[in-house]
C-alpha cells in the first residue's frame, strides 16, 4: 500500500531494520518522544521499541510502516528534498487510517488555532511536543486533504515528478493544479 501511495512499482534496495533498547547510547542520544527514524541514503530504520505508543503513533508497526514510508518517498522522489510537511504528513497516512483521534485534534486546530502557514508546520517539527503533535496533526490533515480533492494519486504525481528533475514547487503545482499557497488557502 505505501508503494502505490507514493508511485514506487519496485521498493528496491533492502531496508535495514534496527530495534534498538533505551540502554544503547544511539537511544541516549536521541530525544525521548521519538519512537524512530529513518536514514533514506543507507536504507535503514531505527526503532525503539519502548517509545510506542504515543500520538501519531498507535503501535510499534504503525512506526515501522512510518518510516518505511520516508524511505519509500526519499526513492520515489529521486533522492530530491521534501518539504517536512509533505514528508511527514504522507508518512502519517502511509502507517494508518484517519481516525476519531485525529478528526478531534484537527477540529480544535480549526476551530481554536489561528491558521498556520506550512512553513511554520515544518518549524514546528523542530519545537516542543505540543508543536510536533500539532505539526503532525496538520501536515497529515493537508495531504488528506490533497488526495480528497485531486485523487489517490496526488501524491505520488508530486514524487514521480521529482525523480524527473522538477522542483517540489513546480511539481506540488503540475499535479494539483495550483500552487501550494493555493491549496493552503483553500484547505483552511
Not at 526503532?47 to 504503525?62: C, G, I, V
Not at 503532525?136 to 486533504?145: D, I, W
Amino acid at each position: 500500500g505505501v508503494m502505490r501511495l507514493v508511485g514506487l512499482e519496485a521498493a528496491g534496495e533492502p531496508i535495514r531494520v534496527v530495534l534498538l533498547p533505551e540502554g544503547y547510547a544511539m537511544a541516549r542520544g536521541t530525544p525521548p518522544p521519538t519512537a524512530g527514524y529513518a536514514l533514506p541514503d543507507q536504507n535503514l530504520i531505527v526503532l525503539f521499541p519502548a517509545r510506542s505508543p504515543q500520538y501519531p503513533h498507535d503501535t510499534l508497526e504503525d512506526v515501522l510502516h512510518h518510516e518505511v514510508a520516508h524511505v519509500l518517498m526519499a526513492r520515489a522522489a529521486g533522492g530530491a528534498g521534501l518539504p517536512l510537511w509533505f514528508h511527514e504528513g504522507l508518512a502519517v497516512l502511509a502507517e494508518r487510517t484517519w481516525g476519531l483521534e485525529d478528526q478531534a485534534r484537527l477540529v480544535s486546530e480549526m476551530v481554536m488555532v489561528s491558521r498556520t502557514s506550512l512553513d511554520r508546520v515544518d518549524a514546528m517539527f523542530a519545537a516542543d511536543e505540543g508543536s510536533k503533535t500539532r505539526a503532525y496533526t496538520l501536515a497529515a490533515a493537508f495531504v488528506r486533504e490533497l488526495i480528497r480533492r485531486h485523487g489517490a494519486d496526488a501524491p505520488a504525481n508530486v514524487l514521480r515528478r521529482m525523480s524527473r528533475g522538477e522542483t517540489f514547487g513546480r511539481a506540488f503545482a503540475n499535479a494539483t493544479g495550483g500552487s501550494i499557497s493555493e491549496r493552503e488557502k483553500g484547505f483552511w
